[in-house]
């Protein structure tokens, strides 16, 4: 027996391979998974009757003139050379050209079956069904050990939607199985009104991996089931007959986990704004019945035989003491009255009368011996001056001084007087008055 270490082992099968496979070869087969990296190296599995081969198709060979880039369902025939890699331990076909040969007998028979179908009308709008606005428990058919059913649950989770989900386990793969899903499909259509939709679920294969799912028995059970289906084979790529006759296809089985928990999530939602609606306006109603309540309570206390009689009384008691005011005020104003117009007749009394009018009598008696005392002294104290002025301007006064007064005809002479001689002249001393002629006048 000969030993290896790995890395003998592995450069000697490499080898044996570049060894033999010195050459360019071509390799006829079925494109699947075909995939583009961010560098522009394409790579895709070439398949036929079950066997893989990984190919890779690279930048500088994909991206000359006129090179064919093949599609999902191909059949070509792929040029080039095997390689292994030791870090890996895989090996790979290099190619160098592709060549279209014709359509994958797997597509042709997804042509031809969608082709029928579509024919039969299970692809119409019109038979399809809605999806409902409140979700609350769904089915879901899929693998229990499909990563599929993880990322479904954890995108409803991460949805933090509410939701009642029964998984019922259903082979994903061979077209075998398809009487086995079909089964499962009966089982649930019997419980339909339990649930509110189904979710048939898968990850993504090469077109041999999800033939079960282009099975037209099976699409044509899935096109009479009860609830809505929700198609979520694959990836956003992969377009399969189930997708074509489910009543909404979702891209990916995270799709589907995101609409449905959407739904919800929006239900949900909705509702409780429904139920705070709800609540607010049963609390205004109450609020409002309230309020009547408590004004036909008032109403009623206010018209009760009780209180209208409480009213009357109260106005009575209101009116008596209203007339009791006005009576004492009546009283009062008249007794006010009385004395005023006794204390007039008082002052109006004969004898009041008669000792007032003496009273002023005596006064006005008073004051005319004082104004007639008065006048007399101012009199009297005229006349004295005056009596002074007199005998101050008495002419006769001055003969006491030996002066004369002379006089023609009963006039005093002065300078003015016209005078004649012979003229009879009247002369008046202190004691004797002496009359005489004019002889003659001198000027002084």
């Known amino acids: 027996m000969r030993s290896y270490t790995v890395k003998e082992f592995t450069e000697e099968i490499k080898s044996i391979l570049t060894a033999t496979y010195d050459t360019l070869i071509s390799i006829s087969g079925e494109v699947s998974d ?16 079950g066997t893989v081969l990984n190919v890779a198709y690279f930048k500088n060979y994909s991206s000359v003139r006129n090179a064919f880039i093949p599609k999902h369902g191909d059949k070509v025939v792929v040029i080039g050379m095997v390689n292994l890699y030791e870090t890996d331990g895989s090996y790979k076909f290099l190619a160098r050209k592709i060549i279209f040969s014709s359509d994958g007998e797997l597509y ?56 009642e989900i029964d998984i019922y386990p259903i082979p994903v793969q061979g077209i075998q199985s398809v009487f086995e899903v079909i089964k499962v499909l009966d089982k649930i259509d019997r419980v339909s009104e339990s649930y509110d939709l189904l979710v048939i679920t898968r990850g993504g294969g090469s077109l041999d991996d999800l033939s079960l799912f282009n ?23 992969d377009y399969l007959i189930l997708d074509f006759v489910a009543d909404v296809r979702a891209s990916t089985p995270t799709a589907a986990a995101e609409l449905v928990s959407s739904i919800s999530v929006e239900m949900e939602s909705r ?14 109603k109450i609020e409002e019945s309230n309020y009547n309540l408590d004004r036909y309570e008032t109403a009623l206390i206010s018209n009760s035989p009780d209180h209208v009689l409480d009213g009357y009384r109260t106005k009575l008691n209101f009116l008596n003491v209203r007339i009791n005011d006005i009576l004492v005020n009546r009283c009062y104003i008249e007794k006010n009255q009385l004395a005023y117009i006794q204390k ?47 005998n101050l301007l008495n002419p006769y006064n001055v003969l006491d001084r030996g002066y004369a007064i002379v006089s023609k005809d009963g006039e005093v002479f002065n300078s003015q007087t016209s005078i004649d001689d012979g003229d009879c002249l009247e002369i008046r001393l202190k004691d004797i008055k002496v009359t005489s002629k004019f002889i003659t006048k001198e000027d002084i």
């Open 34 to 49: 075909i995939s583009c990296s961010s560098a522009g190296h394409y790579y895709f599995k070439l398949k036929e009757l």
């Open 108 to 163: 042709k028979q997804f042509i031809e079956s969608k082709t029928r179908l579509e024919l039969e009308g299970l692809f119409e709008e019109e038979r399809k069904q809605v999806l409902p606005n409140n979700i609350g428990r769904i089915a879901i058919t899929t693998s229990l050990q499909a990563a599929a059913l993880k990322d479904f649950l954890s995108t409803v989770k991460r949805f933090n939607a509410k939701l």
């Open 215 to 237: 099975d037209e028995s099976l699409a044509r059970r899935v096109s009479s089931m009860k609830i809505p289906i929700i198609s979520a084979i694959g990836h956003e790529r």
């Open 271 to 284: 509702l409780s704004r429904l139920n705070d609606t709800l609540i607010d306006s049963f609390r205004d």
């Open 344 to 390: 007039e007749l008082d002052k109006s009394h004969p004898l009041k009368v008669v000792a007032s009018l003496r009273g002023e009598i005596a006064l006005l008696y008073d004051n005319l011996v004082k104004t007639f005392h008065n006048i007399i002294m101012k009199k009297s104290s005229s006349l004295s001056i005056i009596d002074t002025k007199l």
